[in-house]
């Protein structure tokens, strides 16, 4: 069974031209098969968590009652994202499974919003954020190798608590950036091969060997988000990472759930000047009362 399907150019020669369509359901069953096996580890396999450092009673007094995550500007970015992408993944591959409607518009400008919004994060993030709290560090590494000797049996000391972001979402958002790039870049030359707002249609750009490669990673990139988004919906949903989604809701999460799963030291939260003046009325009554 061949990935990819294959014609033959004017000059005889043996080209490219996209990749196979089963391929979309082999994206859609893995994404499936990959749910289920987690879903059944965690409700019969999985042992409670620990973690080896606790906060202090005085470090957990400064923490705010809602501990700010996301900005606004960051969950624009998202849901902006998320709607540019689910009508990308829906117009290229609804057709190939049987509902015809006439897709290319649609398609060229979700992805031009997709480009778009993915350029302005790169900027928001590198000079407005901590650009590298969402990259794996060595206390991960070290942690995940912990966790890993601690799954087979062995011993191993307990992992610290995260920081903003547990390695999952890290690793996960290293495979968005190569599915979500690769569709990005190879999605702009295509549009050359069609009429837009934005430059002359020019199909003779490229040879038809690079035109039909571009295509095929056009399309890996495509059928991968496809199994990248159930698992990112999965997760989203799940009982124990319901906070971290109304975080990208609502821009925060409780002071309960910051203490169990992060650790104060690797993700400094900063307390709010009424919250820093409340405390400080607090405690200077009960050194007058004392």
Same mark, same amino acid.
Request: glycine fraction near 6%; aromatic fraction near 16%.
């Given at each position: 069974?061949?990935?990819?399907? *294959?014609?033959?150019?004017?000059?005889?020669?043996?080209?490219?031209?996209?990749?196979?369509?089963?391929?979309?359901?082999?994206?859609?069953?893995?994404?499936?098969?990959?749910?289920?096996? =987690?879903?059944?580890?965690? !409700?019969?396999?999985?042992?409670?968590?620990?973690?080896?450092?606790?906060?202090?009673?005085?470090?957990?007094? %400064?923490?705010?009652? %809602?501990?700010?995550? =996301?900005?606004? +500007?960051? !969950?624009?970015?998202?849901?902006?994202?998320?709607?540019?992408?689910? $009508?990308?993944?829906?117009?290229?591959?609804?057709?190939?499974?049987?509902?015809?409607?006439?897709?290319?518009?649609?398609? @060229?400008?979700?992805?031009?919003?997709?480009?778009?919004?993915?350029?302005?994060?790169?900027?928001?993030?590198?000079?407005?954020?901590?650009?590298?709290?969402? *990259?794996?560090?060595?206390?991960?590494?070290?942690?995940? @190798?912990? %966790? +890993?000797?601690?799954?087979?049996?062995?011993?191993?000391?307990?992992?610290?608590?995260?920081?903003? &972001?547990?390695?999952?979402?890290?690793?996960?958002?290293?495979? #968005?950036?190569? /599915?979500?790039?690769?569709?990005?870049?190879?999605?702009?030359?295509?549009?050359?091969?069609?009429? $837009?707002?934005?430059?002359?249609?020019?199909?003779?750009?490229?040879?038809?060997?690079? *035109?039909?490669?571009? &295509?095929?990673?056009?399309?890996?990139?495509?059928?991968?988000? #496809?199994?990248?988004?159930?698992?990112?919906?999965?997760?989203?949903?799940?009982?124990?990472? %319901?906070?971290? $989604?109304?975080?990208?809701?609502?821009?925060?999460?409780?002071?309960?759930?910051?203490?169990?799963?992060?650790?104060? /030291?690797? *993700?400094?939260?900063?307390?709010?000047?009424? =919250?820093?003046?409340?405390?400080?009325?607090?405690?200077?009554?009960?050194?007058?009362?004392?």
């Amino acid at each position: 069974m061949d990935f990819l399907e *294959w014609a033959t150019s004017p000059w005889g020669q043996n080209v490219p031209i996209h990749i196979a369509w089963f391929l979309i359901w082999v994206a859609a069953i893995a994404g499936l098969l990959f749910l289920m096996v =987690h879903a059944t580890y965690i !409700r019969y396999f999985a042992k409670t968590r620990e973690f080896a450092n606790i906060d202090s009673p005085a470090v957990a007094a %400064r923490i705010p009652e %809602r501990v700010p995550r =996301h900005s606004l +500007t960051a !969950r624009l970015f998202h849901w902006i994202m998320a709607a540019s992408m689910f $009508t990308l993944l829906f117009t290229a591959f609804l057709p190939k499974v049987g509902v015809q409607f006439d897709w290319v518009t649609y398609h @060229w400008i979700a992805g031009s919003v997709l480009a778009v919004s993915i350029l302005f994060h790169i900027i928001h993030a590198s000079f407005f954020m901590d650009f590298w709290s969402i *990259w794996p560090d060595t206390i991960d590494l070290r942690d995940a @190798w912990r %966790r +890993t000797l601690r799954f087979v049996g062995r011993s191993a000391p307990p992992p610290d608590r995260f920081a903003k &972001y547990p390695l999952e979402n890290k690793l996960y958002h290293g495979a #968005i950036i190569a /599915a979500g790039l690769s569709s990005i870049a190879t999605g702009v030359f295509m549009m050359f091969r069609v009429r $837009t707002i934005f430059f002359p249609r020019n199909p003779y750009l490229f040879g038809d060997m690079t *035109w039909g490669m571009m &295509y095929v990673l056009h399309g890996l990139a495509g059928v991968g988000l #496809i199994a990248l988004i159930m698992v990112h919906i999965y997760f989203g949903l799940r009982p124990e990472k %319901r906070a971290i $989604t109304k975080s990208m809701i609502f821009g925060w999460m409780s002071r309960d759930f910051y203490l169990k799963e992060h650790d104060p /030291a690797r *993700w400094p939260v900063e307390a709010p000047a009424s =919250h820093s003046r409340s405390q400080a009325a607090s405690t200077e009554g009960l050194t007058d009362a004392g």
